[in-house]
């Protein structure tokens, strides 16, 4: 058993520091009702994409891939995939990688050119924030959901010389306050400064939109539109496709260093993640179901400090870390799977309770969760 001395000393005395500011992550086991996963339709244990994956098994369908995409692990089941998610997103194309990090990243190192202006809300996810470092454009922080800013950004950018082009990453829908990106606006701007809208539409794929084809269903076929399309979420599975324009999926296969240099995603995951499409387009009484679940909570949680945006991610804000995670760990013991989120993954003094709202809770279990957690409050006040 090391003591924390030797070559980790440094990691050592950062992880007490963690500690001691109750920021240290832990990996915790699922268990109790989930209130913590995105599996937003109840799909990922579902006895349909399990006999998804035996029928592509028995098909002969491999488990792995083998290697790269352009290093013989290019399978039929990725190309029918990208084929069937352009088709159902109302895309040009599509291109698969094996998470939505990798995604995300690869859009913004590669697509933007040195010169070029990346104009991010502010709260856009970590993989946003990696891609950008490695990629060679300028970059500039607007406040969240801010149209007019992103605007004065790239307008004042054009006023001192700026010739580049302008590319506005948002997240349709935010993953940590559930709240949705001014898409029409952020079009409109990006239609009148020549510039691209980047969408991540991680946490909205599957429960908004027609058929599930989430929030920027009506403008995702638009030439200067690119969505990011994830698996892991609501449609229950691994992966995620980037959506635009041809021209894109070809420059990203051939620049795009997380698509070049990595094992391409299973097969076999691709062809569960194609039926994963199916189900969402094929079942509308998920998200219906889902939708009731997601006004019960918000019924049951905005008295208790839930912030309600009208989707299925309510955080109920308390402000510093270690009443944060003292009110997850009742929670949690009471057999309800609510974590906590701290900084540096929410701004300094948003500590919350990141509520998740799915088919895999009932409306009774939504009930418990108010009890429980009221109760709480009043035993944290009262310490």
Avoid at 122 to 138: K, P
Avoid at 182 to 192: N, V
Avoid at 223 to 241: H, Q, W
Avoid at 319 to 344: C, F, K, N, S, Y
Wanted: aromatic share 4%; with cysteine; proline share 4%.
């Amino acid at each position: 058993m090391s003591d924390g001395a030797g070559p980790f000393a440094a990691q050592a005395d950062d992880l007490a520091r963690l500690d001691s500011s109750s920021r240290r992550r832990r990996l915790v086991r699922q268990a109790g009702v989930d209130f913590a996963s995105n599996d937003y339709l109840g799909l990922r244990a579902s006895g349909l994409l399990a006999d998804a994956a035996r029928a592509a098994l028995d098909s002969g369908v491999p488990l792995g891939s083998g290697g790269s995409r352009l290093l013989g692990g290019n399978h039929p089941e990725h190309e029918a995939l990208e084929a069937d998610a352009a088709a159902f997103f109302g895309s040009e194309s599509a291109l698969c990688f094996s998470t939505g990090y990798a995604a995300n990243s690869a859009l913004l190192a590669t697509l933007p050119q040195r010169g070029d202006l990346i104009v991010h809300d502010e709260l856009v996810h970590a993989s946003a924030h990696e891609g950008i470092r490695l990629g060679r454009a300028h970059s500039v922080s607007a406040r969240h959901n801010d149209v007019g800013h992103v605007e004065d950004v790239i307008a004042g950018a054009r006023a001192t010389g700026f010739t580049g082009r302008a590319w506005i990453a948002v997240e349709s829908l935010y993953s940590m306050d559930g709240d949705r990106a001014p898409l029409a606006d952020l079009l409109a701007l990006a239609d009148r400064h020549d510039a691209v809208l980047l969408i991540d539409e991680a946490h909205a794929t599957g429960v908004f939109g027609n058929n599930g084809r989430g929030l920027a269903d009506s403008i995702s076929g638009r030439d200067n539109v690119i969505t990011l399309r994830t698996f892991g979420k609501a449609l229950g599975c691994e992966g995620a496709v980037v959506c635009g324009p041809a021209v894109v999926r070809d420059f990203l296969v051939n620049r795009a260093r997380q698509f070049i240099f990595s094992t391409a995603p299973s097969p076999l995951m691709a062809a569960v993640a194609r039926a994963a499409l199916g189900i969402v387009r094929d079942e509308p009484m998920r998200r219906t179901a889902l939708w009731e679940r997601i006004s019960a909570a918000e019924r049951v949680l905005s008295p208790l400090g839930g912030v309600a945006h009208g989707s299925q991610i309510l955080p109920v804000i308390i402000g510093e870390d270690a009443p944060t995670m003292a009110l997850a760990a009742r929670l949690q013991a009471a057999g309800l799977d609510v974590r906590g989120i701290r900084p540096p993954t929410v701004p300094e003094g948003t500590s919350r309770l990141r509520v998740s709202i799915t088919l895999n809770a009932s409306v009774a279990d939504i009930e418990r969760l108010g009890a429980t957690l009221a109760a709480g409050q009043v035993e944290l006040q009262a310490a």
